[in-house]
């Protein structure tokens, strides 16, 4: 048994980047939505929702503030 120092990277998955990210109506252009997304190694988000300026659901994608 060695015993000690523990590292099992039990802490890596823990602190996981996350950033937030505007979800844009792909037709208006309207940033609609927040949402939380993790950086490493996510895909783009590509999502329906529902645009109020065109009160209807259309494709919004990910769009990051900057
Ligand atoms: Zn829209």
New binding site residues.
């Given amino acids: 048994m060695s015993g000690g120092v523990r590292d099992d990277g039990r802490y890596r998955g823990v602190i996981a980047m996350r950033e937030y990210v505007w979800l844009e109506?792909t037709?208006?252009?309207?940033k609609?939505y927040r949402v939380q997304k993790e950086t490493r190694g996510a895909n783009r988000l590509d999502l329906k929702k529902y645009?109020r300026?065109?009160r209807k659901h259309?494709a919004h994608k990910e769009s990051r503030k900057k």
Avoid: K, M
């Fill in positions: 109506c037709a208006c252009g309207d609609n645009c300026r065109e259309t």
